[in-house]
């Protein structure tokens, strides 16, 4: 039986469950550690937020929450092992770098100025891999990639092309973020071309793309495709709960329920200043953790998804993407 590592060590893939595939127990934009006068870093109520997330999505039938946090935007795998450990919820950590705009570019830019950079991030994710992230022997479940609105930057197919390597040797699935959901098929064909296993690559947030015709392109590469950012209405570019999950009935409708995964990208607490999670609260009321048992899987039902094709986006296709198997 496959086996994935959790921040509490490996499990096997029967050990899942249903599973949220992408979501943020913490995420900052690079920048934040700067502004610790007025946003100072609290664990314990980090801690506590955790769990209380944790508990409402339990409360759901959630066994699993793959966390998708970037390294350098407040990754903090010793954090999310405590509220593993407390809620007995299995979470899953990534290794991997944000896109050039929204990420830190400048530290990998320089250094592939000094040498061959897929090179040192191929040895990053190679190391974290195999032996965990820092010294807290913890080690991703997944690799996490981002492109750019329109286009992968030279910078960006530095990780991709060093993810897709890493994972022919250590087997460990890739979830990418996609900006307003262009770049699906690019994202694809360039980390297939780099030896990665298309059926353990999960295209990203490709619901911001609601053209059916392009959601047919990626599908058809033979990858698994996120609706996972349900919730996230009208701002940046997203589209409407309403339009992604036409699109999603429209796909299910004709099959594609066995490359399809869905989540919420909900991110529990914002590292910095207050006020980014608050203004979010406003603006997108519906984005919370539990927001897809509530509103879309009753929607889904209604226009006649069944129970099954559920399970097999939320239970079957991440066991099978996570593990292998
Ligand atoms: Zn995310």
Sequence with gaps: MGQINTVLGPISSGSLGKTLIHEHFLFGYPGYSGD????????????????????????????????????????????????????????????????????????????????????????????????????????????????????????????????????????IAIVTHTEEGTMGPEQADLLISEGADPQRIMIGHIGGNTDIDYLLQVLEKGVYIGFDRFGIEGLAGAPTDERRTACLIGLLGVGYAGQIMISHDWVNVWLGRPGIGEIAAMVMPNWNPTHIFEDIIPALKKAGVTDDQITTMMVTNPQKFLTGE
Excluded: W
């Design 36 to 171: 610790i006068t007025l946003g100072p870093f609290n664990r314990d109520a980090c801690i506590k937020a955790g769990l209380e997330m944790a508990e409402k999505v339990k409360a759901h039938g959630v066994v699993t929450v793959v966390d998708a946090t970037p390294n350098e935007t407040g990754r903090d795998p010793e954090l999310l092992k405590e509220i593993a450990g407390q809620s007995g919820l299995n979470i899953i950590c990534a290794s991997g770098y944000y896109s050039e705009g929204e990420g830190a570019p400048a530290y990998f830019k320089l250094r592939s100025q000094l040498g061959d950079g897929v090179a040192q991030a191929y040895e990053m994710f190679k190391k974290e891999a195999v032996d965990g992230i820092g010294d807290t022997g913890i080690r991703p479940g997944v690799f996490k990639l981002a492109s750019s609105k329109g286009g992968i930057t030279d910078y960006e197919q530095i990780f991709f092309r060093a993810a897709a390597r890493v994972q022919k040797e250590e087997g």
